[in-house]
């Protein structure tokens, strides 16, 4: 996906969405970054991304913004019915995962394993399955 240009939104500043929002800015898009929390490492985080040319609102507040935006990207934390899960349906763009997000960008092949119960195990079977089939 060609970002160079557009606005990308990242909605949560989270570990995953500083990623998203670094991965954006390499990309060259013009990065929004909001997050309803404001603790000493999101602020840490926001100043880092304004510092590579991101806007970055915490303590967001719906009526503060309504932007005009090419892609959202949303991480997997934010339930649909809490304000950013809401504000994110309202959005008239496609709204990607932080994961289909960064998968775009992978150059290897790579394999997900999601849910609530049973992750370790399933990869610990994966893994031995490809390791017997010769595969890393």
Do not use: W
């Given at each position: ?13 989270g570990i995953s969405g500083m990623a998203a929002a670094e991965l954006a800015l ?29 806007t970055v609102v915490l303590h967001f507040d719906e009526s503060q913004l309504n ?70």
């Amino acid at each position: 996906m060609e970002l160079g240009g557009k606005h990308v939104l990242v909605l949560g500043l989270g570990i995953s969405g500083m990623a998203a929002a670094e991965l954006a800015l390499h990309q060259e898009a013009h990065v929004t970054v909001i997050d309803t929390g404001g603790s000493s490492v999101l602020q840490d985080r926001a100043e880092n991304l304004r510092q590579n040319g991101a806007t970055v609102v915490l303590h967001f507040d719906e009526s503060q913004l309504n932007p005009s935006v090419d892609l959202a990207v949303i991480s997997p934390g934010i339930s649909s019915d809490s304000p950013l899960g809401e504000f994110a349906s309202s959005l008239q763009c496609p709204v990607l995962s932080e994961l289909a997000f960064g998968a775009q960008y992978c150059q290897c092949p790579s394999l997900a394993v999601t849910g609530t119960n049973g992750k370790t195990t399933t990869v610990e079977l994966t893994v031995h399955c490809l390791t017997e089939a010769g595969l890393r």
